[in-house]
């Protein structure tokens, strides 16, 4: 089973410098990937976090080695064909390694804040990752739609390889949308009440949502973001049980088990002391 890490989202303002450090600590400390949010403006208090492509690019510049990825990146925040492009370049920046999160957006102030719209979001979803997906496996696409037109649009240069797609909804319409294309699906602690347990539930039913779009389920990564406090916690308000670092190695023991093929640790503080140290609690015991 794989173990990524989201990096700082709103917790609190970080700056390219400590990025750059936690990034290069999660390389360091063994993690097979590492993780950003989309989104782009919160209230309560007022805060957002940088732009997730822009950092992408910086963060496939400074590793060498760990998955990137945006987790997820909201389709209605760019053109489909422009956020193919941008996928396409920063996949050559990491060489091969980009996974491509997908999901329709959800936090309707930032869509009223960057004048974005909000309606029909699964409709317009839908529209954006057909383009998505095909100019990413290297077609000229010929599409109109309600809400998105392509005329022959192409990625030049084209992408070195087809780059893994990851959906980031429990939703069944949006399942039945992407399972018959996507390698990886992926679903945040809350859904999961930050249990094994609740993994489980919200796995057998994307299992059977992959049977009735006609994909083998076997073939479907399953990923699940997974909530832990260390010392000094208290940047994000989580609404569940958090595990600790005395817990997490048997918790993700426990996913493995139910069928987690990645667990993505969101940790609480996010700094780069607790990206090596919770590295250190998921390694296993020496015999």
């Known amino acids: 089973m794989k173990l990524g890490i989201q990096l700082p989202e709103v917790e609190r303002v970080v700056g390219w410098p400590e990025y750059a450090a936690m ?4 390389e360091d400390a063994g993690y097979d990937s590492i993780w950003l949010g989309d989104h782009l403006l919160y209230d309560d208090p007022p805060r957002g976090p940088h732009e997730v492509w822009t ?25 489909p064909g422009v956020l193919a492009k941008m996928a396409a370049t920063i996949d050559e920046i990491s060489q091969g390694r980009l996974i491509l999160g997908l999901g329709a957006g959800w936090n309707r ?10 309606d029909r979001r699964v409709a317009r979803f839908e529209e954006a990752f057909a383009i998505i997906r095909d100019l990413l496996a290297g077609e000229t696409v010929q599409r109109q739609g309600a809400f998105h037109s ?8 084209p992408p070195t ?43 057998a039913r994307v299992t059977e949502a992959a049977e009735r779009a006609g ?6 990564t399953r990923s699940v973001c997974v909530y832990v ?8 308000q989580s ?23 990645e667990v993505i640790l969101v940790a609480d503080p996010i700094t780069e002391a607790s990206v090596r140290a919770l590295a250190a609690h998921a390694t296993p015991a020496s015999p």
């Open 161 to 203: 390889r087809r780059i893994p797609l990851m959906v980031g909804s429990n939703g069944p319409r949006m399942l039945a949308a992407t399972l018959p294309h996507v390698d990886a699906w992926n679903t945040w602690f809350a859904d999961t009440r930050n249990t094994p347990e609740g993994f489980a539930e919200i796995d």
């Open 55 to 79: 950092l992408l690019a910086a963060l496939a510049a400074v590793t060498q080695r760990v998955e990137l990825g945006p987790l997820v990146a909201c389709t209605a925040f760019h053109p």
């Open 150 to 157: 392509a005329d022959r649009v192409r990625l030049l240069p």
């Open 229 to 236: 406090h260390l010392e000094g916690a208290g940047e994000r």
């Open 215 to 220: 994909r083998d389920p076997a073939t479907l």
């Open 239 to 261: 609404g569940v049980e958090p595990l600790t670092p005395d817990t997490l190695r048997g918790a993700l023991d426990a996913y493995e088990q139910a069928g987690a093929g």
């Open 109 to 118: 102030r930032e869509f009223a804040a960057f004048d974005l719209p909000y």
């Open 23 to 26: 990034a290069r600590a999660a």
